[in-house]
């Protein structure tokens, strides 16, 4: 990895995106908000929080129980809804809600990556860090008896393994309009991508987020056209969320 680029504007991040990655490869892209931030999953930090003085193979093995315990309670407690899933796939509709899971959201867009770095919530740098998907590193989930696969199996933290998926067009518990919209991807397999999986991470100072999110906008790039789902109208119009008064105009 490369020692981390800072850009002030979208045409300079447009234009570095276009002088890291080459013509014809493949590469994914993850934005963050605050740029201290490394890339693990929601489940990795929720059993990290409970229990921050563990040895990182203790956090490993209590990782991937916590995954199998959160997908076999919610399959028993709720058996309708979860009917005829793979675990994989009930883990997926869980990250939907909000539940912390092993997956880690992606996206093969480097501006939607952009616009997740640029909250401006708060008075953090923000980063964008950029992978490639290499074959030898990240298998693709593309046969359905993978997808059914136990999550001991996929999660093995002896493989040392990554994999890539996307859910169904067609599925019925996750809603895939956002995951079109935003070109999403998850990767999982491990609780955490080290920086040697990392080719670039791009640092955007807090002190442009804000013209950089304007700047997106004015090329469709925003919380409306990345949310347009019914769980997006709920986030959006939460008492967390600043409101526009210009709306009443």
Not at 6 to 35: C, F, H, P, V
Not at 216 to 228: D, G, K, M, V, Y
Request: proline share 4%; net charge negative.
């Amino acid at each position: 990895m490369n020692t981390p680029r800072k850009i002030s504007n979208l045409t300079e991040y447009i234009d570095y995106i276009n002088e890291l990655t080459e013509t014809g490869g493949n590469y994914l892209y993850r934005g963050q908000e605050n740029a201290d931030w490394t890339v693990n999953s929601s489940a990795y930090r929720r059993v990290f929080k409970e229990q921050p003085d563990a040895t990182s193979s203790f956090l490993a093995e209590s990782f991937v129980r916590y995954l199998i315990q959160i997908v076999n309670e919610v399959q028993l407690k709720y058996p309708t809804t979860y009917k005829g899933l793979s675990p994989l796939e009930c883990m997926a509709h869980l990250q939907h809600n909000k539940v912390a899971t092993g997956l880690i959201d992606f996206t093969y867009s480097p501006l939607v990556a952009l616009w997740f770095a640029c909250d401006d919530h708060v008075e953090k740098d923000g980063k964008v860090f950029v992978l490639e998907n290499n074959t030898e590193k990240i298998e693709e989930i593309t046969k359905i008896n993978i997808l059914h696969q136990e999550l001991d199996v996929l999660f093995d933290m002896n493989q040392l393994r990554w994999h890539l998926w996307t859910p169904a067009l067609d599925s019925k518990v996750v809603d895939t309009q956002r995951i079109t919209i935003q070109q999403s991807v998850f990767l999982f397999g491990l609780p955490e991508v080290t920086p040697e999986m990392n080719i670039q991470e791009i640092v955007i100072p807090y002190q442009q987020k804000e013209l950089i999110r304007t700047e997106l906008e004015n090329i469709a790039i925003s919380e409306i056209t990345l949310f347009p789902d019914l769980l997006g109208f709920f986030e959006r119009n939460s008492h967390q969320h600043p409101y526009d008064l210009s709306l009443n105009e």
